[in-house]
């Protein structure tokens, strides 16, 4: 006789330990996969200071251990394992069923997918040859291996102020390379970041060449509008340009966007597929905030609670 699982949770940011949190309250049998990145993109997260209850911020790392904690105090099973494969039924009242990394079966009555992003790559040449080795997407995790040198960061967004920042305080000397005429951060981020002297934003560029041996030695930018190039001495560039949905497993088995957001009922979690439902940045294009993507956890619980309410 097989086991069912009520419901499996895969991903372990805030979409994933919110539906866990409520999802164990609600007494609702389940298992939460945290995947290859316990916490997801938020552990490589600075200073959180826009997260209701915390006045003067919290690490995206701390955050995440306490939503944790807190799912596992309620009755959560979490599983450090990452899902494979799935398998979709189309029918309602119909079982999935999952494979995970360690071998294991798993079928169940609902799925939530909460896998988050994944760093978006420049895709220029020599990229992935230079990862680890002067080319990084986590400024938390590896900002002291470039301790008073001086590096590059790629983007105008928020994360790529909220990089400069923090390694404003390691470094010698931080570019902030941004491809438009202006910054698309928060007024508040570049409020901070106009003040920092170690930190020089170039409007206007791109990387044209990496050069190096085994490290990087220096890059060649190029000015999109007059073409003038520009010649910087660095020992690292940080890639902070945003992310992309983590759907790669789910390609072809249920209803995305064009850029691989899965696409859920606007009053609800639910997606194509009758028992599966998606929350967080995996399914949110637009606003892809911390407290957005716990909400959409929690009514993805929710939208499970319902579903089984009337599961035969």
Known sequence: MIKIIDNIIIGSGPAGYSAAIYLARSNIKHILYTGDLPGGQLINTNIIENYPGFSKGILGIKLMKEMS?????????????????????????NLHILYTNNKKKIFTKTIIIATGSIPKKLNIKYENNYLGYGISYCAICDGIFYKNKNVAIIGGGNLALENSIYLSKICNKIYLIVRNNKL???KNLQNIIFKIKNIIILFNYEIKKIYGKKIIKYIILINNINLIKKKLKISGIF??????????????KIKMDNNGYIITNNKSTNTNIPGIFAAGDVQDSKYKQAITSAGSGCMAALDVENYLLNYK
């Open 69 to 93: 904690k807190q799912a596992i105090k309620f009755g959560s099973i979490i599983k450090y394992n990452t899902i494979i494969k799935v398998i979709f039924s189309k029918l309602k009242n």
């Open 184 to 186: 698309k951060a928060s």
């Open 239 to 252: 890639i902070s340009i945003g992310s992309i949905p983590n759907t790669l497993i789910f390609k072809n």
